[in-house]
């Protein structure tokens, strides 16, 4: 994706100070204000990366990297609805070559059980009992470092160790490291290739280079479609194996539907939801007659590995 719909060819850098107890509400703010700004059309492209760090004890800065100059007035008021007094928000625009700098400082090799998430520019040690999942710098998408990312990771290593799948189902893939991880994890058992669906273009595209990138292109089908709505994801369940790390909203939606698409043994892997969200997915995917298996917990998010109760699993239409 190109750089900017503003002509500048760099990007806009929302920054916001925070307490360190706020660092969740503001994150799930200012994402929802992305989110909405871009379903309404006010920034097409809007939303590129929401990522925190501490600054020092205690003291936190959230920032998010947007293509077009965003509404002051709509950020303002997505974090005047949270308690306490508003913080401060600054926008500034940053110049391409100034984010290629800090991103490229910034994105390390990460691990999470057996993965390793790296750039193609790192020079690493070969090592048999680590699987390297390469993911370069794109200004529309994760490098997989974000906390949501690594709890589905270490939740794909858990469920390697227990057992195989043949049917797996990417749901909402971004940049596609995860139907990646899946791949290179589950490469003799699958029967089919994994299925990387996003109702994003965009986000299709860079799975689809990132599957060359990887060496799974065969491996791999990546599909632009609106989940369960898309008849090329309805005809090829059921999935033994569903991941989807999007936004609590959405999964909750969905729930009846991913159920309805679940092989009667099959595992589910999701996130994208904060930690005070948990309850209102777990609900959701229970009376969907899924139950609560694991959890993983990381910087504020959580990421809920469910399976079919045993009532469900047996009244699931048979596929």
């Known amino acids: 994706m190109a750089a900017g719909n503003d002509g500048h060819g760099g990007f806009w850098q929302i920054e916001v100070p925070v307490a360190a107890a706020a660092v969740e509400a503001v994150e799930a703010a200012l994402i929802g204000a992305l989110e909405v700004a871009e379903i309404e059309g ?3 492209g809007a939303g590129v990366s929401v990522s925190s760090f501490e600054e020092q004890p205690g003291q936190w800065r ?7 100059e965003p509404e002051r007035r709509r950020l303002a008021a ?4 949270l308690p306490g007094r508003p913080p401060e928000i600054s926008v500034s625009l940053l110049a391409a070559e100034d984010w290629v700098k800090r991103a490229l400082a ?3 090799p990460v691990r999470a059980g057996r993965y390793r998430i790296r750039g193609s520019h790192h020079t690493v040690a070969s090592d048999s009992a680590v699987i390297d999942l390469v993911i370069d710098l794109g200004p529309a998408f994760g490098t997989g470092g974000h906390a949501s990312t690594l709890g589905c990771l270490l939740a794909l290593d858990a469920l390697a160790e227990a057992g195989n799948y043949a049917r797996p189902l990417d749901l909402g893939c971004g940049s596609g490291i995860l139907a990646l991880a899946i791949a290179r994890t589950w490469a003799r058992s699958c029967t089919q290739p994994v ?3 996003d109702i994003d273009a965009g986000a299709v595209d860079i799975a689809r280079a990132n599957a060359e990138l990887n060496g799974v292109a065969g491996r791999v089908h990546c599909l632009h479609a609106d989940g369960f709505g898309h008849a090329g994801v309805r005809h090829q369940a059921p999935y033994d194996l569903i991941v989807a790390n999007i936004l609590a909203e959405p ?3 969905m729930a009846a539907d991913l159920a309805a698409h679940l092989a009667r043994r099959g595992k589910v892997v999701l996130s994208g939801l904060l930690q005070r969200q948990e309850g209102g997915v777990i609900a959701a995917y229970r009376r969907a007659g899924l139950r609560l298996q694991r959890r993983y917990r ?3 998010w959580s990421t809920l590995v469910f399976a079919p109760t045993a009532k469900a699993g047996r009244q699931r239409k048979r596929f």
């Open 251 to 253: 999964l909750k939606h």
């Open 78 to 81: 997505a974090l005047a609805a």
């Open 298 to 300: 990381l910087d504020g």
């Open 62 to 68: 959230v920032s998010a990297l947007v293509e077009a």
């Open 106 to 108: 910034s994105h390390q």
């Open 195 to 197: 299925l990387a669906v």
């Open 42 to 44: 006010a920034w097409p």
